[in-house]
């Protein structure tokens, strides 16, 4: 697992509560880890902070899973 | 009760009556307070009233830019930001028939559209410390209405189901966000009037006074309070009993 990846889920196990073991890449933050739409923004916020980039909207839109995170925060980092 | 030692406050339009009346209860009641303000030597002769644990954010909230730097600044000169009065307000009076499209737009730019950003920037971080109190200075004419006040009605108005609509979002972030809606208050602009017209207005106030800026800041200061964190999306009418609503 890479160390994006790794930090991602870090993030959304603590932000969601949820277990580690289902926070896997296509995991739907809120069909399938019980997000609400302010959880989603949460996130993305969390993300910012974490890896110190700035998601535009249009690109917060398209981060529905954990793999859209992951993908999208690895291009950032890269 | 209602100790806010601690607490990091913020309130627009600290220079007007209402506004310093609110900002001195905030900081008696033991808040840090950031006072913002267009009027510079009133903003200073304020905080050195204050002494500590007060702050100066200047601040014209008709200007955009000035308006999305208020929050970032005061959250970084408080270290934080727990409580956000949205105080400031302007008129812009005419009848209706008169009303200018300027002196409709500038009051609700300062009154409500200031007010929206101002609540959008402080949410942000109250989210991230699941703790927030949002208040905005309404008035009995967002719901009554009054002559010669479609702009201000408008807006005042308008802050309420802002108010209620943020409420419904945050409200799982334990941030309360609720408007507190004065009747007629002590001001420059109440002590201008005659005899007859102060008589004609008390007639219609079943406390026989004018309210003062300390009846409007303790309400203030309720909502503000930790213990009124199961009160959100409500709008408490300080009037003196004028509307029972």
């Not at chain 1, 995991?27 to 998601?55: Q, R, W, Y």
């Not at chain 2, 408080?78 to 105080?87: A, E, P, R, S, W």
């Not at chain 2, 308008?158 to 809606?181: D, F, H, P, Q, Y």
């Not at chain 2, 003062?212 to 409500?234: I, K, R």
Request: aromatic share 4%; net charge negative; with cysteine.
């Amino acid at each position: 697992m890479s160390d994006v990846a790794e930090r991602v889920k870090k993030i959304v196990v603590e932000h969601l509560g949820v277990e580690a073991d289902k926070v896997v890449d296509g995991a739907n933050f809120i069909e399938d880890l019980g997000a609400d739409s302010l959880d989603t923004v949460e996130l993305v916020m969390a993300f910012e902070e974490e890896f110190g980039v700035e998601i535009p909207d249009d690109a917060a839109e398209t981060i529905v899973t954990v793999g859209d995170a992951v993908k999208f925060l690895s291009s950032k980092s890269a | 009760m209602f100790d806010l030692t601690g607490r990091k406050a913020l309130v627009t339009g600290a220079t007007g009556g209402l506004g310093g009346a609110i900002a001195r209860t905030l900081h008696a009641q033991g808040a840090s307070v950031a006072i913002s303000g267009t009027r510079a030597e009133a903003l200073e002769a304020l905080a050195a009233e204050f002494g500590e644990r007060v702050v100066i954010a200047p601040c014209n909230l008709s200007d955009k830019d000035s308006v999305e730097a208020l929050v970032p600044t005061a959250e970084e000169k408080l270290g934080g930001l727990d409580i956000l009065v949205n105080n400031a307000g302007i008129t812009r009076d005419n009848l209706f028939i008169r009303l200018k499209d300027e002196d409709w737009d500038s009051v609700l730019a300062v009154n409500l559209t200031a007010a929206f950003r101002l609540s959008r920037a402080a949410v942000k971080s109250m989210m991230r410390r699941r703790y927030g109190r949002i208040v905005a200075i309404g008035s009995v004419v967002g719901t009554m209405g009054n002559p010669g006040q479609g702009n201000y009605a408008a807006a005042k108005a308008g802050l309420i189901g802002m108010s209620k609509a943020l409420a419904a979002e945050v409200a799982s972030r334990n941030i309360t966000v609720n408007v507190v809606a004065p009747g007629f208050i002590e001001s420059p602009m109440t002590q201008a009037l005659n005899d007859k017209q102060r008589e004609g207005i008390l007639s219609d106030v079943p406390m026989g006074r004018l309210g003062e800026g300390a009846d409007v800041a303790a309400a203030v200061a309720f909502l503000a309070s930790t213990e009124a964190g199961y009160v959100t999306g409500q709008t408490l009418h300080v009037n003196g009993g004028m509307a029972m609503i």
